[in-house]
């Protein structure tokens, strides 16, 4: 009796540890990780953007540039454009990290014999497309929040400005070079991620739910991240930033040619080291909430 109840609770467990989520489920707890992480790691972010901008904060390098804006504009002006922000990761992050695993499934990664570097990086920039279409307006405003200097612009603000002078066209504005970044940064992020966790466990013997594993994987990946991602992170940044009634550059494509051409090719990797300050955190911390919450909720970790 005690031995059949014993195996019954067994199979208990076993069950719950695989509870398969829903698309819902994913989702939101991908979006619940991700305005978590971005409340606190904005400020590294509006750094980032004004380094990659202006070649005279790009010449003041992180701490200068963070020393100048909270001298000249308030500590609160690090997190200008959070709303912003949280409107995008609530969209745009919440569909990259949560359809990773069905684009996984739809890419014919069923088993671990299937299951190919290869193809975790196709899943993981389906994903990121997906989510770049719906945060692309929010990632605008965002971008424009934290590059302008002087007294907060607000959300509402911005929005009208850009609106009345572009039409709904501006808020698509560097579009596919927000694709391109978003196809490789969630490839490069999900794929590393994905590898360094089975590298992790067969080194280190510890299982895929350890929070030491997710740790160490999610810092590999952002360091993967940002050495492909910053080329890509710097044409969107120019695009989108471009003045509401001025188009500096017509397309990715123009933006690349003109910056190698005027400002060298090592332009493209202007601000690695911001970024990679912001990658590093943010991956880590979104990475380890996010599986933290699949196992609260009986979900096997990624």
Known sequence: MSLNYSQRQQNVLATASTVQPTLLQQVGMAGAAAVITVTFIHPIDVVKTRIQISSEYGALGMAGTTKKIMGAEGVSALWKGVNAAWLRESSYTSLRLGLYEPCKVAFGCTSPETTTFVKKFLAGSAAGALGSLAGNPFDVLKTKMMASEGAAASMTGTAKELMSKQGLAGFYRGIDSNIARAMVLNGTKMACYDQAKGVVVSTTGLPKSSLIVQFLSAACAGFFMTCT????????TRLMNQPADAKIYNNAADC???IVKNEGPLTLWRGFIPIWSRFAPTTTIQLVIFE?????MGMKAL
């Open 229 to 236: 991602v910053s080329p890509f992170d710097m044409i969107r």
């Open 292 to 296: 933290q919450l699949r196992g609260l």
């Open 256 to 258: 690349f040619v003109k």
